[in-house]
């Protein structure tokens, strides 16, 4: 009996320890972290848009049009972020799988055939439909993380946009491991697998009251390294595919290895959660059998930051979202939307981030004809593709932390590493610009270094000046500025040039070009143009964003956690140190 009781004692310990885990704050950040790891389809149209351009029979300028529904489709989730502001986060993760995979699925079924050749508008609207998905995983994961953790935004931001930018790689390895080099086979992979991530982790993803600890920090950087390892892999796995030919028993070993180490952060987040459940228990204990002796004070490794989300101070009362939009509050303060939307400073963030943003994934977009126009061979371009992917991640990782430490240590403000990240970018729209031999190695890590860095700088920028109340739907406009960038960058300057320089060619052979015949171009010639102008248009970005610099320096020089502090500080007088539950920190 005694054995009977332990082993059911066991059991519910067991299940007990379960439930908490699946419903904290850190299993939501793993949970995240896997969608997050394929949730990068945009990224991929690289690999498989000669497949699209050949299939179709399409012109430079039509797949270039495609191109830009999937920018709008990836960007514009003003929707998502409203509906968000007025349902749980699962309702926004299960609209966006149905999405992702309707718009991609019917994608492959023209591309293989299946079905009838679509009009243009049908591709463009099927693409539009998969890619906005992407901006549902977002609202629906990263914002609700943010809130999660409001202190850590920073780093939040960068870490899990980070995985947004290795899953380029990721999926590619996958792809490989199950389909070997049919690249028409991974528009199927990125119908399915998204989604059906989304459905699995539904339930765990929510806005949760918890308490902040001390050691929270630590716990990212734990799983940063283990993220830099995953890159690490990448990188070096890239590389050797590049030099060897692979065969599917090799890729599949590959991707078995990329999973471990996408699953490493699990063992992380299930430790940290060991230690909070012990201590709840031990808390419990106490309460129900209070000691005869005063308690001794928790030491200050172990004293908590209680959420500002659990209790306010001073709470503001409801405002309405018509009320006072050009009589904004101070910058930190809770925004409403239509303030948020009027202001200068958004305006600044639109025109920076549409000259800036947009140049580097025109670059992105075009990588597979920019290669094939130098005569680069399909694996390299498929090493461009994971390279930009990797570097996205690098990039989105370094400016997440780098800019967190930099801002708390040394009030260095966001929209001055912003500018020099759009500064920095111009290095590599110049390199593709005069194609130089083997340049376009050194340009795909430059490109998708800034490309990366870009995202949680302008993300964070806007949470701190316009504050989190209604960050869901304010984050989807600040990335409303890429798509409209990309129609005067990607289709209007690129695709357009490119065509009439492949027309020119085609006429200099004494060639004349049959209808449904796809347009090609080689040479340097195909994309000087382009790149200069997209070079001029970044420079143009970076001046627009210094005016936010000078606009933001007071603000920056203060202590824009303030009032997170204040609350914090509140909750903390007003609550016995006896009472206060806390984990131990993450050893």
Known sequence: MANLSASGSFWRGTAGFGFHLLSSRWFTIFASILIMCVNGATYLFGVYSNDVKSSLGYDQTTLNLVSFFKDLGGNLGIISGLINEITPPWVVLAIGAVMNFFGYFMIWLAVTDRTAKPHVWQMCLYIWIGADSQAFANTGSLITCVKNFPESRGIVLGLLKGFVGLSGAIMTQLYHALHGNDTKSLILLIAWLPAAVSIVFLPTIRLIKNVRLKNEVDVFYSILFVSLGLAGFLMIIIVIQNKLTFTRIEYVGSAVFVLILVFVPLAIVVKQEFYAWKSQKQFKTVIENPPRIESTPLPAELQPISSPSRARVNPQKPVSCTKDIFNPPDRGEDHTILQGLFSIDMLILFIATSCGIRGTLTAIDNLGQIGKSLGYPTRSITTFVSLVSIWNYLGRVTSGFVSEIFLTKYKFPRPLMLTLVLLFSCVGHLLIAFSIPNSLYIASVIIGFCFGAQWPLLFAIISEIFGLKYYSTLFQFGAVASPVGAYVL??????????????????????????????????????????????????????????????????????????????????????????????????
């Open 490 to 587: 990607n289709v209007i300057v690129a695709g357009k040039l490119y065509d009439k320089e492949a027309l020119r060619q085609m006429e200099a052979k004494g060639l004349i070009r049959e209808e449904g015949q796809d347009l090609t171009c080689s040479g340097g010639e195909c994309y000087r143009l382009s790149f200069i102008i997209i070079t001029a248009a970044t420079i143009f970005g970076c001046v627009v964003s210094l005016i936010l610099v000078f606009r933001t320096r007071e603000f920056y020089k203060g202590d824009i956690y303030r009032k997170f502090k204040e609350e914090v500080k509140a909750i903390e007088t007003a609550a016995p140190t006896s009472t206060t539950i806390a984990s131990e920190p993450l050893a």
